[in-house]
């Protein structure tokens, strides 16, 4: 009998034999009934097995090997998806559904071999295309699994991050509501002045992490355009950026009419995001240069440093989430959790800008954003 036919005609017994198997796994099983365990397994083999009856070329089967060929069999795919979404809710670990398709293909192998009278040529080709229809479901299985877990952590980290602010808010007001009734002098003013610069760091960095966790989850970063000056918004976000370094003297230059529909808050962000990498990256805090242009349907920001350069091979991922620099991996102390350059790469794609940079060790490190005036 052809494993196919065999599929078919048997598969509530390797269904049985699939829930069987199922139930070891704990403790994920252990609160699970016969239903759960014997998720999808019957729509995978029966796919499987329809799968294998289908006219395959010697070059298909060479490209399927290879994960390359077309999608021949999207009732496998779909169920194979299904079972890791659903196995990733009920708690079975990646290691644990995996090894449920190396019992299904053992266990069909092992009662089919065991019903033959007589080897036939035929037999290896079936157990080939059984194992490729195994396979794809696997894989599909582990990337649907793969898929739950990054949003499972994804929202963990909104939840965290939203729930953060609260706490850091009230750091916040509290010491600066201590600051303001108490005549703090000495170490207990400076005590307050660390407390304050950490809650804003810190506040920072959480915005940072629901900015990141929002676009993973599909979202594409609000904006709220209105009337507003980037020159006025460039002199404020540096005034806030040497607050908290006070030996810092960056050069700004304005140049024509530099007004235009933005969102303010959010190109504050990209500023200080953009203001406060060249003061922690520069080889000299007054070494800054902050240049504004306004061009007839755009306006030209410009942030430059002097230092050491970026790397050539980083230049390509340097907007990337969670990269950072050479001495922030060497551990030189930072407060940045690599997200600072992502977000203002969201916030120029927002308002429909560009955003480029270049590095070198003569000509510096130049970031340079355009953007249209009615962004």
């Not at 269904?15 to 999808?40: C, G, K, S, Y």
């Not at 670990?93 to 009278?117: G, K, P």
């Not at 629901?210 to 355009?225: D, M, N």
């Not at 003297?249 to 406060?276: E, F, M, Y």
Request: with cysteine; aromatic share 4%; charged share 25%.
């Amino acid at each position: 009998m052809r494993l196919s036919e065999f599929i078919r005609q048997h598969v509530d017994r390797i269904v049985d034999e699939w829930e069987q198997f199922a139930r070891t796994i704990t403790p994920a099983a252990e609160n699970m009934d016969r239903v759960a365990l014997r998720d999808h397994a019957k729509a995978i083999l029966l796919a499987a097995a329809r799968d294998m009856t289908t006219a395959q070329t010697a070059s298909e089967q060479v490209a399927k090997a290879k994960g390359e060929g077309p999608e021949k069999t999207p009732s496998l795919d779909a169920a194979g998806a299904s079972h890791g979404e659903l196995r990733h809710t009920v708690g079975f670990d990646l290691v644990q559904m995996t090894s449920e398709f190396r019992h299904l293909r053992a266990c069909v192998i092992r009662l089919w071999v065991n019903s033959l009278e007589s080897p036939d040529l035929a037999y290896f080709q079936d157990m080939i295309r059984f194992n490729e229809a195994i396979d794809e479901a696997l894989a599909e299985s582990t990337a649907a699994y793969a898929e739950q877990v990054n949003r499972s952590r994804d929202i963990f980290l909104a939840i965290l991050g939203h729930d953060l602010r609260a706490p850091l808010q009230a750091v916040s007001m509290s010491t600066e509501l201590l600051l303001r009734k108490t005549a703090l002098e000495g170490d207990a003013l400076a005590c307050a002045n660390s407390i304050k610069r950490g809650a804003r760091h810190m506040a920072v960095m959480v915005s940072d992490l629901l900015e990141l966790v929002r676009s993973r989850l599909g979202k594409s970063l609000p904006i709220e355009p209105a009337p507003m000056d980037l020159a006025d918004a460039a002199h404020t976000a540096i005034a806030v950026a040497c607050a908290g370094n006070p030996e810092c003297d960056p050069i700004v230059s304005v140049v024509g009419d530099t007004r235009g529909v933005w969102d303010a808050g959010r190109l504050d962000q990209l500023l200080q995001n953009l203001i406060g990498n060249a003061l922690q990256h520069g080889l000299n805090k007054r070494d800054v240069t902050v240049t504004v242009i306004g061009e007839p349907d755009t306006v030209r920001l410009t942030v430059h440093n002097f230092g050491v350069p970026i790397p050539e091979d980083a230049l390509s991922t340097i907007f990337d989430p969670l990269v950072r620099s050479a001495d922030e991996e060497l551990g030189q102390p930072t407060t940045s959790l690599g997200l600072g350059l992502f977000i203002v790469n969201e916030v120029v794609n927002a308002h429909g800008g560009t955003i480029e940079v270049s590095s070198n060790e003569t000509d510096g490190t130049l970031f340079t954003v355009v953007l249209p005036r009615n962004g």
